[in-house]
């Protein structure tokens, strides 16, 4: 008894308001009583007809009493109602801060001049192993991938995911640009679209190229009246080298620091050429973003006082039950409020609105897809009518070997979006699979391919929720050459250089290949859940589609290539295509 007194006595002296300004509320409730008091005895008609000793006599006395009962009441629950609301507290609580640190969109130059070996082996192989650096160290942030030519074109969006980011890297190849071409300013402002579409007032962008025009500078300098800080990573060197254009000419390409410098204070942000350390990513400043708002470190905690205000509910609420209390409704709200505990609490699914739910189905069938449950998660996406839920219900039925409905989902797809591009390049794929007639299989091969089917380069299906191709995620660091800082920088043959990017592509392969071997495969005990389920029927055709996929060729590139060209068309078509 004594320890609860102490710890009631050290809770009220740790009592106080969170809003104590709704106590000037306390000063309405008498000019309240006094108001009511005052207009009931003027609809009294008996006051005016009879002399006021007469009264007492006249009237029931019981009911002034009652009356008088009546108003103390309210009163009372006046009081009660402006001190829940002043928010009383006597104890804290931990929370986990916010924090929110600037984006970064990443806007890497993939013309024909990344090709260039004046960067041994080359600037596009540098330019990879720069950004992997910069993936596995930046301290927090979300990132974003652009790529571009004559045109800008979105690699990965804006996501707190870096290894999706890294997915990518190996895939990037001049080739997969429709034209070819140095418009950084497109680049620039399709960044800057990036970053205000995701919802962010500030921001940086990272542009690796060679030069910059004035075109390119007058973008910096619009994206840095916008917010977004713009900064330059220099490709190459100023000796520079030959390369060979998509048209067969040879021209020497070599790097402007003085334009890129320029460009960086167009943007407001910093430059920096490209060396073998980090130092130069350091320089920039993109290793550690700002905070955009006040943060704190990552999982720091901080102690807030908790409204405990709630407690005063209760006894408001009875209270209440008096104003029912002539037509029996005080039995009905008591039965009520016994009955009600008894129910299953379902107080998020009734509050919740239709987009809310569809957005709960849609994760429930991510998190099904991922784990290797396609016909769960086909029937999650079947709940949704829209052209993401369709999609990603075909790339379900897809996994699962039911390809026509998976087509006829990507159909559905493409009539409520137009022009969709993933469910384009998917339901080709699907087709493409479809045409092939499956091989010739004896047990020992069907059994061979039913324990190690693990790989399935150009698998058409994609990750419901993000739109990308479903792989293995790479550490953002395994794909960094090492750099010959003594190398000299004459310039090379082209057929020369070309062989060396082949090499330097040829390379990072096998280091990609290497570390998915390294990883755990965390989805595969989910699949042999779902396997063990199978009939004969269907793990006879899951093996015959297993065999088929391993025969497609293995380029990493080739959904980049086909995205960029549905996309440059698109824009041809409509005319959203710059100056």
Not at 28 to 46: C, D, K, S
Not at 181 to 208: H, K, T, V
Not at 363 to 384: I, N, T, V
Not at 398 to 407: E, H, L, N, R, V
């Amino acid at each position: 008894m004594s320890d609860w007194l102490s710890g009631l006595a050290s809770a009220f002296s740790h009592l106080h308001l969170l809003r104590p300004h709704w106590l000037w509320a306390l000063l309405a409730l008498p000019l309240l009583a006094l108001w009511w008091r005052a207009r009931r005895r003027r609809a009294n008609a008996w006051r005016d007809a009879v002399d006021p000793h007469l009264l007492p006599h006249l009237l029931e006395s019981g009911q002034d009493r009652r009356t008088r009962y009546g108003v103390w009441l309210a009163m009372l629950a006046g009081v009660l109602a402006v001190l829940a609301l002043a928010g009383p507290s006597w104890r804290q609580t931990e929370q986990a801060l916010w924090q929110s640190r600037a984006p970064l969109v990443i806007a890497l130059d993939l013309s024909s001049a990344a090709l260039a070996a004046d960067l041994p082996p080359s600037r596009l192989a540098q330019a990879r192993a720069k950004i992997a650096t910069l993936l596995r160290e930046r301290d927090g942030g979300q990132v974003g991938l652009v790529v571009y030519a004559g045109d800008a074109y979105t690699v990965a969006p804006l996501t707190d995911d870096v290894a999706n980011v890294a997915l990518f890297l190996d895939a990037l190849n001049p080739d997969v640009m429709p034209v070819d071409g140095q418009r950084g300013d497109r680049a620039i402002a399709w960044s800057a679209r990036l970053l205000r579409r995701a919802g962010f007032e500030r921001g940086d962008i990272l542009l690796l190229s060679d030069h910059s025009d004035a075109r390119t500078r007058a973008a910096a300098a619009e994206a840095a009246g916008e917010g977004y800080r713009v900064s330059a990573l220099g490709l190459g060197s100023v000796a520079g080298a030959a390369i060979r254009r998509g048209d067969g000419s040879i021209v020497g390409v070599k790097l402007d620091p003085g334009s890129l410098r320029d460009l960086a204070a167009a943007g407001g942000g910093a430059y920096a050429a490209v060396v073998g350390g980090d130092e130069d990513l350091q320089a920039l400043g993109v290793l550690k973003p700002k905070p955009t708002d006040a943060t704190a470190a990552k999982g720091e905690k901080g102690r807030i006082w908790q409204d405990e205000g709630y407690w005063l509910l209760p006894p408001l609420l009875l209270l209440a039950l008096f104003a029912f209390r002539r037509r029996g409704g005080a039995l009905a709200v008591l039965l009520l409020c016994a009955w009600w505990p008894l129910q299953p609490a379902r107080a998020a699914e009734l509050w919740q609105r239709p987009d809310q739910i569809e957005h709960k189905r849609m994760q429930e069938g991510s998190r099904a897809y991922r784990g290797g449950d396609y016909p769960g998660a086909a029937q999650l996406f079947r709940g949704s009518d829209t052209a993401d839920a369709h999609y990603n219900l075909g790339n379900a039925l897809a996994k699962a070997g039911q390809y026509p409905q998976a087509i006829a989902a990507y159909d559905r797809a493409l009539r409520l979006q137009p022009g969709m591009p993933d469910a384009l390049a998917n339901k080709r794929a699907v087709e493409a699979a479809m045409k092939r007639k499956p091989p010739p299989q004896d047990k020992s091969k069907q059994n061979q391919s039913s324990q190690g089917g693990k790989g399935q380069p150009q698998q058409p299906q994609q990750d419901p929720q993000q739109g990308q191709q479903k792989q293995q995620k790479p550490a953002p660091g395994q794909q960094k050459p090492e750099r010959d800082e003594s190398a000299s920088k004459p310039e090379q043959d082209p057929a020369a250089a070309a062989k060396a990017q082949e090499q330097a592509d040829r390379a990072q392969r096998e280091r990609m290949q290497r570390a998915l071997q390294q990883q755990p495969r965390g989805e595969q005990p989910a699949q042999a859940r779902a396997r063990g389920k199978e009939t004969p029927q269907q793990r006879e055709i899951r093996v015959a589609n297993e065999a088929w996929l391993k025969r497609v060729p293995d380029d990493p590139g080739g959904l980049l290539r086909e995205k960029f060209r549905i996309e440059h068309e698109r824009r041809q078509v409509l005319g959203e295509q710059g100056d």
